[in-house]
């Protein structure tokens, strides 16, 4: 099973900054990964797809890269709708995985 | 897109068996699609639970493999899930999604149902 690890924990932010969240997985997954957002008692939505590619509807400022088994998951200028917790979720490999989450909050 | 909404009993006691529907409606669950459990405990993150096709073909998370059943009924266009011998451990709010194929991103969500277990 590829475990993700997913840092920080908590990402503390301000309002029209950068936030950038990683997830790190223990085998390779190709750029099979992806991006969840979850607001509070909400369903996560997806965000992010084939590491990069955003899915329909998602703002610019959401952006997915990768280098080997290191994902980033970049907001630039964060909105007040963009705080949640943050998921990645590898598809590569089954069973399918979530990392941890990582919390996106107010500074 | 379809929608998907999850039913089914939010109490049980520990010993009894969960049971959950998923209902699809704006497309038909005959598709090339997956269809997906997934849980979160409260407070906590999500886990996959196990996926089924059109065809009744099925895949569990091995740490609940004994205990999940996940099957289709497309005469009413749903999928549904059964845990048995729950623990206050399952109790947890439980979201179906969707994939457009196996091993994909799940690019639809139901809005999730909380399932408490407790005597």
């Known amino acids: 099973e590829v475990l993700l690890t997913q840092s920080p924990a908590t990402l503390s932010v301000s309002p029209g900054e950068r936030a950038t969240l990683s997830c790190r997985a223990s085998q390779s997954v190709s750029s099979d990964l992806a991006w969840y957002q979850q607001k509070s008692g909400q369903a996560p939505r997806l965000l992010v797809y084939?590491?990069?590619t955003r899915a329909t509807g998602i703002p610019a400022r959401f952006s997915g890269s990768w280098s080997g088994a290191e994902f980033t998951l970049t907001i630039t200028s964060l909105q007040s709708e963009d705080f949640g917790f943050y998921y990645c979720?590898?598809?590569?490999?089954?069973?399918?995985?979530f990392g941890g989450g990582t919390k996106v909050e107010i500074k | 897109q379809v929608q998907l909404k999850e039913s089914g009993p939010g109490l049980l006691k520990p010993s009894e068996t969960l049971s959950l529907t998923c209902t699809v409606s704006g497309g038909s669950i005959s598709n090339n699609n997956w269809w997906i459990w997934v849980r979160q405990v409260p407070g906590k993150g999500l886990e996959w639970l196990g996926e089924?096709?059109?065809?009744?073909?099925?895949n569990y998370n091995p740490s609940l493999q004994s205990r999940v059943t996940l099957s289709v009924d497309k005469s009413k266009n749903h999928f549904s899930l059964k845990l048995t011998s729950v623990t206050a451990a399952d109790t947890a709010v439980y979201y179906c999604?969707?994939?457009?194929?196996?091993?994909?991103?799940?690019?639809?969500w139901g809005q999730g149902t909380l399932v408490t277990v407790s005597s």
């Open positions: 089924v096709y059109q065809s009744g073909t099925n």
């Open positions: 084939g590491a990069s």
């Open positions: 979720h590898q598809y590569n490999n089954w069973p399918p995985t």
């Open positions: 999604a969707t994939g457009e194929k196996w091993l994909a991103p799940f690019d639809n």
